[in-house]
Nanobody, 123 residues
């Protein structure tokens, strides 16, 4: 059973940075894509960034140039570095594992979700 656990959220001022981590287990990590989603109050969950097993990345237009997704296969961990944060980035951020890159970017994720970590950006 795939399990993912996020960490690293918090409160930060606009223009600041945070790094989220996602530790995965029960999965052949290096062979799987990983994704970061977010859900703001009253809005649908949206894909923020994804990374394939080979390192191909996808970013939502709203975060391009500010967020960077990466992975450390030796640690079974994915990261989301968030710079130049804006109040509109405020949301619960979820890690996802166990879906293919195509399912993350073009279809519907079918794997496992973490519990989420709150990111709040104050103006």
């Amino acid at each position: 059973q795939v399990q993912v656990v996020e960490s690293g959220g918090g409160l930060v001022q606009a223009g600041g940075s945070l790094r989220l981590s996602c530790a995965a287990s029960g999965i052949h990590f290096s062979a799987n894509a990983m994704g970061w989603y977010r859900q703001a109050p009253g809005r649908q969950r949206e894909l923020v960034a994804a990374i394939s097993s080979g390192g191909t990345t996808y970013y939502a237009d709203s975060v391009k140039g500010r967020f960077t997704i990466s992975r450390d296969d030796a640690k079974n961990t994915a990261y989301l570095q968030m710079n130049s944060l804006k109040p509109e980035d405020t949301a619960v951020y979820y890690c996802h594992g166990g879906s293919s890159y195509s399912e993350l970017v073009y279809g519907e994720p079918v794997g496992s979700w973490g519990q989420g970590t709150q990111v709040t950006v104050s103006s």
